[in-house]
């Protein structure tokens, strides 16, 4: 069964301090790996698609990378703004739900000023 | 500006009644989704659609019903039988290839009165 884990569930960043958020998946065989940004109260945006292990992308103080168990998304010198809820999904070759997505259950971040 | 709405942003069910929860979308997109997402869990699979006139079944459909008459539309509707269903709702739309990134609305959260 495919499984999607993040880790840690809630962390908290003074601004400038930079840190790392994991996303260990468990799947058949890897379609691709989503990162998307949650405010409270709004639907996700997405962020980053990681396609095959060793890939990286980069955004603003964002980088994602991936390798075949996991993915961490970098945040490099956050600000306060980068506050939210970071959602990692994977979609899996061969699923029964067409190209629906698996979600982990999210890492709750914090940047205080 | 092409885009997913969802409406209403909150809505209010009694206790026997169907409510049913709009998703509309101009992107042109094939795949159309819907997802529930509850506090500390990650958002899991109601139903999804990949074409016009034909739908699936995701992880947790019981209670649920979907129609898509229309490329740009997909309605879901919250029956008497979901014995649980207060819940943010959260619809996504995709190209309906492999790899496509699946972009979100802004989400309907449902309360039971």
């Known amino acids: 069964e495919d499984q999607v884990t993040q880790s840690p569930e809630a962390l908290r960043l003074q601004e400038g301090e930079s840190s790392s958020l994991n996303c260990s998946y468990t799947?058949?065989?890897?379609?691709?790996l989503f990162w998307y940004r949650q405010d409270p109260g709004k639907g996700p945006e997405f962020l980053f698609t990681?396609?095959?292990a060793g890939e990286e992308k980069e955004k603003e103080r964002l980088k994602a990378t991936l390798t075949k168990k996991e993915s961490f998304l970098h945040i490099t010198a956050p600000k306060p703004e980068d506050s939210a809820t970071y959602l990692c999904?994977?979609?899996?070759?061969?699923?029964?739900?067409?190209?629906?997505?698996?979600f982990g259950k999210g890492t709750s971040l914090l940047v205080t000023p | 500006d092409g885009g997913i709405t969802q409406s209403p942003k909150y809505l209010f069910r009694k206790e026997g009644q169907n409510v049913t929860l709009s998703c509309e979308q101009n992107?042109?997109?094939?795949?159309m989704y819907w997802y529930r997402q509850d506090p500390g869990q990650g958002l899991r699979l109601i139903y999804y659609?990949?074409?016009?006139?034909?739908?699936q079944k995701g992880d947790i459909a019981e209670g649920y019903s979907v129609s898509r008459e229309k490329k740009e539309s997909f309605p879901l509707t919250v029956t008497s039988a979901q014995k649980n269903p207060t819940a943010f709702y959260l619809c996504?739309?995709?190209?309906?290839?492999?790899?496509?990134?699946?972009?979100f609305g802004p989400g309907t959260r449902l309360l039971v009165l």
């Open positions: 996504a739309s995709s190209i309906r290839d492999r790899q496509e990134t699946q972009y």
């Open positions: 799947v058949s065989g890897l379609r691709g």
């Open positions: 990681l396609y095959s």
């Open positions: 999904a994977v979609q899996a070759i061969n699923s029964n739900s067409g190209y629906a997505l698996n």
């Open positions: 992107l042109n997109h094939d795949a």
């Open positions: 659609s990949q074409i016009v006139n034909d739908f």
